[in-house]
């Protein structure tokens, strides 16, 4: 399949369960796009502190992450940002940025619950992952620029990766900056995430 330029810059958050699809799909737009970056939120906890969900200081890892993605963004990147992202507020911050005009858009990477246990058995030997994300999912918002993504199956991948890919190609798609406004500002999104996370 031979891609097709994305229409404006995009900051792309995708959200999910581990082991639902979000890697895969992060490497496939970055491999199509010439001006797509991928940021990877558990190799940034790993590169700075050899550590998964929660490391010892998420609100830095999470700055981090803002400051690479606005990089990216002034640089003349689309960001991808490959996060589970189960909180709204943690949502919200990955997707506000000080970076004009940028077309915002929560992926929601989704597959069934029977495929969930089963990739996570084949990788951790019990579904304990899965019961844990559960507990702390929360559904997206009302505001956000949200695009479902299912993948239960090669099929299915290949399927909402050509919708997605038709969005983003698109100049005339629902989630253009101008429709949608930052439900807090820079600074009010950051307090909060920082309370929320209990930064120092």
């Not at 200081?57 to 400051?67: K, R, V």
């Not at 190609?169 to 009010?188: C, D, M, V």
Request: proline share 5%; net charge neutral.
């Amino acid at each position: 399949m031979t891609a097709v330029a994305a229409k404006g810059q995009w900051n792309i958050v995708l959200s999910g369960y581990p082991r639902a699809g979000k890697t895969k799909l992060a490497k496939q737009l970055v491999s199509d796009h010439q001006y797509f970056a991928r940021i990877g939120v558990d190799e940034l906890r790993t590169m700075f502190f050899s550590e998964c969900y929660p490391c010892r200081d998420e609100y830095m890892t999470y700055s981090m992450i803002a400051e690479t993605r606005d990089a990216l963004l002034r640089l003349g990147y689309s960001a991808v940002i490959d996060s589970t992202a189960p909180f709204n507020v943690t949502r919200q911050f990955l997707l506000t940025t000080r970076v004009k005009p940028i077309n915002p858009l929560l992926v929601i990477v989704t597959v069934d619950k029977p495929v969930l246990v089963e990739r996570t058995m084949e990788t951790h030997g019990d579904e304990d992952q899965v019961v844990a994300y559960e507990k702390r999912w929360e559904n997206p918002q009302e505001g956000f620029p949200v695009f479902k993504f299912k993948s239960n199956n090669e099929e299915e991948f290949k399927d909402y990766y050509a919708r997605l890919q038709e969005l983003l190609q698109s100049e005339t798609h629902p989630y253009k900056p101008e429709f949608h406004s930052a439900l807090l500002s820079g600074n009010g999104i950051r307090k909060t995430l920082k309370s929320f996370l209990g930064g120092r």
